[in-house]
């Protein structure tokens, strides 16, 4: 589904391109994408350019967590190159993610050097009654070839 999604935004705007008319893009998902998202981080240091991207889903919550409305979480990546290798990664949706900050941001071009950053999200407390959210921290290193995630305990 997102990669039909991906190519028949690609195809929208590959048509909007060729043409010296406007065009008003009626596919919900993405005009919800472009109307919704926040960069709520970026960092433009060679060798790599990195943005953390918030969507809000619509919505408000209605007496329990259950019903608030969750954030997807993207992180793009990109070298600096004429022709860049690029990448977007989507991490799980969450009732709340933030950004923690920057760990390690190498200097360094190559495959295995990644940019290490901090985030946290919000889940369901397993204890309502001491309050809705609890909360998770991740280390996250990324670059255009590779990923991971890893949970930190406290």
Not at 14 to 38: G, P, R, T, W, Y
Not at 91 to 120: C, H, Q, S, T
Not at 126 to 154: A, V
Request: net charge neutral; hydrophobic share 45%.
């Amino acid at each position: 589904m997102k990669i039909l999604f991906a190519i028949a935004a690609a195809i929208l705007l590959c048509n909007v391109a060729q043409s010296d008319e406007m065009l008003k893009i009626n596919e919900v998902k993405f005009v919800h994408l472009l109307n919704d998202l926040e960069i709520i981080a970026e960092i433009k240091k060679p060798p790599l350019a990195v943005r953390v991207i918030r969507q809000l889903d619509h919505g408000e919550c209605n007496g329990v967590p259950q019903s608030c409305p969750m954030q997807i979480m993207y992180i793009a990546v990109s070298t600096f190159d004429e022709a860049p290798d690029e990448s977007v990664y989507v991490l799980p949706k969450a009732y709340g993610w933030e950004f923690l900050g920057w760990k390690d941001v190498p200097n360094k071009e190559g495959r295995d050097y990644l940019v290490i950053l901090k985030m946290k999200r919000k889940i369901i407390s397993s204890t309502p009654e001491k309050g809705w959210w609890t909360e998770k921290e991740y280390e996250i290193g990324i670059n255009p070839w590779k990923y991971f995630m890893k949970e930190l305990t406290k």
